[in-house]
C-alpha cells in the first residue's frame, strides 16, 4: 500500500511531460513565426529582383 501512495505522489514524470508540451508548444510558434518571416522575405526578394530587371 506504501508502494502505490509514493507512486501517487511522485510527480517527477508529470513535470517532464508539461516541460515537454511547453518545448512542443515553443517549437510550432517559432516555426510559425519562421514561416511568416520566410514570406515576407520572398516577397522582398522578388520585388527586388523585379526592379532590377526593368
Known sequence: ???????IKNDKGATA????LIAALIAV???SAMK???STL???FSNVSTQMGS
Open 1 to 7: 500500500m506504501s508502494f502505490i501512495r509514493k507512486f
Open 17 to 20: 511531460i508539461e516541460y515537454g
Open 29 to 31: 510558434a517559432a516555426i
Open 36 to 38: 511568416g518571416v520566410g
Open 42 to 44: 520572398n516577397s522582398t
